[in-house]
Nanobody, 112 residues
Framework: QVQLVESGGGLVQPGGSLRLSCAASGRSFRYTSMGWYRQAPGKERELVARISSGGSTNYVDSVKGRFTISRDNAKNTVYLQMNSLKPEDTAVYYC??????WGQGTQVTVSS
């Protein structure tokens, strides 16, 4: 069983930045692909970014060049650095391990 705990969400103005963190339990973190999804009100959950166990990354087109996913295997933690935030980035962001285990979500609101 893997437990994931997200942190770092909040309210930010357009153009601002936030960094989300996701701390994972378990010994297999370094061998597990990790990802961030988001779900806005009335919309389906979508993949935002993913990082493989080897460090390869991919992003949804709408965040390319603005968001960066990274991982620290020594800390069992995955990060999502979000820059140049837009109102349309407003959503609940979820951390996932292998698209199997999910965190509780953290709210990100981009508004002036």
């Amino acid at each position: 069983q893997v437990q994931l705990v997200e942190s770092g969400g909040g309210l930010v103005q357009p153009g601002g930045s936030l960094r989300l963190s996701c701390a994972a339990s378990g010994r297999s973190f370094r061998y597990t692909s990790m990802g961030w999804y988001r779900q806005a009100p009335g919309k389906e959950r979508e993949l935002v970014a993913r990082i493989s166990s080897g460090g390869s990354t991919n992003y949804v087109d709408s965040v390319k060049g603005r968001f960066t996913i990274s991982r620290d295997n020594a800390k069992n933690t995955v990060y999502l650095q979000m820059n140049s935030l837009k109102p349309e980035d407003t959503a609940v962001y979820y951390c996932t391990a292998a698209a199997t285990y999910w965190g509780q979500g953290t709210q990100v609101t981009v508004s002036s």
